[in-house]
């Protein structure tokens, strides 16, 4: 069982406290994604003891947008990190201050640059012509428009589950790109430059990958500094921390990367010295905090094997299918919520009618009645905003923070 989980006498799976039979009978059915705000609240915590005295937490609201799990991370973080003029919206009622919200993302639509102007969030530029175009209603509006630049580095972050920077990129300016983009706000005072923004992978667990990652990118946002109107006052180094999602995962080392952190910023350049750092962190922040509940609607045998069948899966839950950016398809923790023991060995499948609607084959764990609850752990980030919840016209699934 995941950190932060248990059983009870009864062995029951206990969720925040109270048996997940309860946390269902609450919301009146199945499915359901359960996040425990304790877990979140001691996650944050972990970060601060891990990193630099001063260093700036950001969340990226694309990982869970629920609007109560935002209210709670809201008085956890130091900042938001939204990718739509959506998110952005949701951040504002979440109750994060606007100055402590940065748009990152390729194709910001002329609304949403305006949307960002008007709440004095900060905008990720991710080309020449976006920042021309943020400029322009800038003065229109005739408000500035904050302005930090996306680099796309040319490094990426080695062992990354998904890269999202070195070579050729959709997202952010080539490092070659900026020092014009620089220039060109010299003297435009539309255009105020905050600092620098740096994505360079993400679900990384190697301590000394993330390690390296940031040495180069402060290295690299050192050197484009010089080129800057005013010194950066904020540069969000990204993230890239990973969860465990599979048994065989090592947990990432954080007070690793904490260290290292320090001895970085203790020795950073002159043109830094006033400057403020950030992490942006979606997924490390989240994930673990998050069950995904369904209940046993069936169970069957084929050619001698066992087949437990949910009213769950991969509409509300893509990611544990293994559809959402894996390569290899492997189990996320799965349990039966309601009984721990016998013990039997199946293949634990959603309600599509798909062949990728698996959410644990050649599982081991309770045996499943029908009626039985079965918790998929690893639900807090990239579920039910992350998975296709129109295909076949299932219900949406309900969502609570414990
Ligand atoms: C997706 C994304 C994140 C969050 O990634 P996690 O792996 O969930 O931490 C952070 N920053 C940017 C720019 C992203 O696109």
Redo the contacts with the bound molecule.
Sequence with gaps: MPNGFARDAAGRLVIAGRPAEEWVADAGDTPLFVYDRALLTARAAEFRRAMPPGLRLHY?V??NPMPALLAHMAGLVDGF?V?SAGELDRALKAGMDGAAISF??PGKRDRELEAAIRAAATI?IESAGEMERAGAIARRLGSPARIAI?INPPFELKGS??R?GGGARP?GVDADQVPALLSAMHDRGELQFQGF?I?AG??NLDASALREAQRLSLALVAELAEGAPVPPALVNL?????VPYFPADTPLDVAVVGTALKTLLDARPAVLAGTMFAL??????V?EAGVYLCRVVDRKQSSGETFVVTDGGLHHQLAATGNFGTVIRRNYPLVNADRAEPREMAHVVGCLCTPLDRLGDNVVLGEAHVGDLIAVFMAG??GRSASPEAFLGHAAAGEILA
């Design positions: 990226a694309k990982a990190d990718a990152a993302g990720n996306r589950g998904m999202m997202f923004h994505f993400s679900q990204g993230g890239g921390f990973g942006e962190l979606g997924r490390w922040l994930a980030a990239y």
